[in-house]
């Protein structure tokens, strides 16, 4: 299965709830190149009731910038390869393999918003009162677009799709 993926570091924001200040510098159409995930710890009550860890069991995840602004910041950029994050309630020890092997394209705005057009799953957390979503962890799955507020408000417009809500597979 090879498909664009989500920048493991904007995921990890996204989980977080943390925005980049401003994307790294990149020359536009260099190539594919390694996009490794780390893996991340959310405490109890910021997206599920209880804490949680995720870790990449599958990371095949390449990145290639599309466009840069004039600075040589990353304005666009397209990523694939397979993804499966372990998500792992740290109280219980339960856990649930999710594939976030979606394919997106991320565009990273001057004011620290950003714009994700995607296809398939992916991994997003979100924060009480900041989406479109309640408060959680869900695989979005399908064809979609997601805006981030430069402050972090995360608004899913889905055209077609599902959301499995992994806080309730891990309970």
């Known amino acids: 299965m090879r498909r664009i993926v989500l920048a493991p570091l904007v995921l990890v924001a996204v989980l977080l709830g943390v925005q980049p200040t401003s994307a790294t510098s990149a020359e ?13 710890d959310v405490d109890a009550g910021l ?10 069991v599958i990371d095949e995840v390449m990145q290639r910038v599309l466009d840069t602004y004039p600075d040589g910041t990353v304005k666009r950029v397209a990523y694939k390869g397979d993804l499966v994050v372990r998500v792992t309630n740290t109280d219980t020890g339960a856990l649930y393999d999710a594939d ?12 620290g918003s950003q714009s994700w057009a995607v296809h398939g799953p992916v991994l997003v957390g979100i924060g009480e009162g900041k989406g479109n979503l309640p408060r959680g962890l869900y695989i979005i799955d399908g064809v979609y677009t997601m805006d981030i507020s430069s402050v972090g408000y995360k608004a899913v417009n889905l055209v077609h799709g599902t959301t499995d809500d992994l806080c309730a597979r891990i309970d």
């Open 100 to 111: 976030a092997s979606g394919s997106a394209v991320v565009e990273h705005r001057t004011d």
């Open 47 to 56: 997206r599920c009731d209880f804490p949680v860890r995720g870790e990449p």
């Open 28 to 40: 536009a159409g260099t190539g594919w190149e390694p996009a490794p995930s780390a893996p991340w």
